[in-house]
């Protein structure tokens, strides 16, 4: 998995009575704007010393305001504490330090909003470090602190699912795995209880499974399992296909015929090195100006 990604959050506010999404621009009886209202919430989390969800840790770290294009970049340090861990030189393995259990090792991600003033949506930009991502933090913290000043309206945060980006992922991708699952109830097991079977193919060292495989996969939306494996598989067992695909070095796990899992972008293929600001910020500027394209929403 690439070091450092980009995920897309997708926001918008409704009004609880009719359940109608209003401008995030104007909204309630004050026109207040979600422009500043995230600048409001991110002064409240320096205020409150940072955000806590059990072991998991928030504050921000720096932030500033592009107003003209109605933009607010910030940089959060995230981290979970709780554990005693030790700090060691990498070098030559000393001890340096140890953490306590109340202080936080955390990776800085930075974020940025884009609320344009026409449409029912703004659009967040967050940075992924791995699989270390703020948002299970964020997102629910953001909604109960929006609820308590603004009766009568709701924040919604949803994951971007984009199609696009997947199909243009599985353009030119070589399928190096496939997993067929069964659930079964076993004859001698007297509680009932289902038994989970894994059929795993792979390919030979160096080589990919047949393209043709993920080709049916992509247009029909199945494989029989029956085809695949040497031994004897009842089709009608087979709950679910899971395959894994590789393109220029990148690896991900689809299960087919579900929903699309959240696609993050790369910033700068094929480095492990943290991007530049600069550079961070003209890929989630292009991410958002395209899906605001899509939209049809000016910006």
Not at 169 to 189: P, Y
Not at 226 to 242: A, K, P, Q, Y
Request: net charge negative; with cysteine.
């Amino acid at each position: 998995m690439p070091l450092h990604t980009i995920g897309l959050l997708d926001v918008s506010i409704l009004h609880n009575q009719s359940d109608q999404e209003v401008h995030p621009s104007n909204f309630g009886p004050n026109q207040t704007d979600f422009f500043d209202e995230w600048e409001s919430y991110l002064e409240h989390v320096l205020r409150e010393r940072g955000v806590r969800a059990g072991e998991r840790y928030f504050t921000v770290e720096r932030k500033r305001a592009r107003k003209e294009a109605r933009e607010r970049l910030c940089e959060l340090d995230y981290g979970h504490f709780g554990t005693r861990r030790r700090v060691r030189n990498a070098v030559n393995g000393e001890h340096v330090s140890d953490i306590d259990a109340g202080e936080v090792p955390s990776d800085p991600l930075r974020l940025l909003l884009r609320s344009p003033v026409n449409g029912t949506r703004a659009f967040i930009a967050h940075e992924v470090v791995g699989r270390a991502s703020v948002v299970g933090v964020l997102a629910p913290d953001l909604k109960k602190w929006f609820q308590k000043r603004h009766n009568g309206y709701r924040l919604e945060i949803d994951y971007v699912e984009d199609a696009d980006a997947w199909n243009d992922f599985l353009d030119g991708s070589t399928l190096r795995e496939l997993t067929f699952v069964a659930h079964r109830r076993a004859d001698g097991n007297r509680a009932g209880r289902p038994t989970t079977e894994y059929y795993d193919v792979r390919p030979v060292r160096g080589e990919a499974l047949p393209q043709n495989w993920l080709r049916r996969l992509r247009s029909d939306g199945h494989l029989p399992a029956s085809e695949v494996l040497s031994i004897g598989v009842d089709d009608g067992d087979i709950d679910e296909t899971r395959i894994v695909v590789q393109k220029n070095g990148r690896r991900r796990t689809i299960a087919i015929g579900a929903d699309w899992p959240r696609f993050t972008w790369e910033i700068d293929p094929g480095s492990n090195q943290r991007p530049g600001d600069q550079q961070f910020y003209d890929v989630a500027r292009s991410l958002i100006g395209d899906l605001l394209s899509r939209l049809n929403i000016d910006a």
